[in-house]
């Protein structure tokens, strides 16, 4: 018990920087994706909506690219 609380610190700054660790390579991945779907198809819509139907999948595409690229993916 001793040696625990010699290393308290040393613990608790390697936890912090394992789950820091976690988050940037999980979880803020999902989140920004999960993000940048909603934004692409939100804007792929409003480009079919204005007559221009047929390259749905392509928009689409092209602003989740986009999206993923301004954010750091």
Known sequence: MEKLKQY???ILILLVVLGFA???ND???S???KACFRE???QAIKKADRGDDKFFK???DTYYKW???K???
């Open 8 to 10: 308290k610190y040393i």
């Open 22 to 24: 976690f988050y940037w």
């Open 27 to 29: 979880i803020r991945p």
């Open 31 to 33: 989140i920004i994706k």
């Open 40 to 42: 692409a198809r939100e």
């Open 58 to 60: 392509d928009d689409y």
């Open 67 to 69: 999206c993923l690229q």
């Open 71 to 73: 954010k750091g993916l």
